[in-house]
Nanobody
Framework: QVQLVESGGGLVQPGGSLRLSCAASGMFFRAVVMGWYRQAPGKQRELVATIRSTGDTDYADSVKGRFTASRDYAKNTVSLQMNSLKPEDTAVYYC?????????WGQGTQVTVSS
């Protein structure tokens, strides 16, 4: 059974940093594309970063240069390092993958950027 479990959210001041992690199980991790999404109150869920099976990454324009996504093949985890955080980064962040025809989401972790 595929499971994605996020951790690492919290409250941070503008300009600060946070690191999110997502532990994946029940899949052939090396072969899947992983994604980080976020959803702010009253807004649609949006794609933040994509990490391909090769480790190559793509980012939304709004986070380029500030966020870095990575994956650890030994630990079956993906991470999202978030620097220079802004109040508009406040959202629930989700880990996502599509595997064997199914869409899988983590439970989400809250990131709040506020002074």
């Amino acid at each position: 059974q595929v499971q994605l479990v996020e951790s690492g959210g919290g409250l941070v001041q503008p300009g600060g940093s946070l690191r999110l992690s997502c532990a994946a199980s029940g899949m052939f991790f090396r072969a899947v594309v992983m994604g980080w999404y976020r959803q702010a109150p009253g807004k649609q869920r949006e794609l933040v970063a994509t990490i391909r099976s090769t480790g190559d990454t793509d980012y939304a324009d709004s986070v380029k240069g500030r966020f870095t996504a990575s994956r650890d093949y030994a630990k079956n985890t993906v991470s999202l390092q978030m620097n220079s955080l802004k109040p508009e980064d406040t959202a629930v962040y989700y880990c996502y993958t599509r595997y064997n025809g199914g869409d899988y989401w983590g439970q989400g972790t809250q990131v709040t950027v506020s002074s």
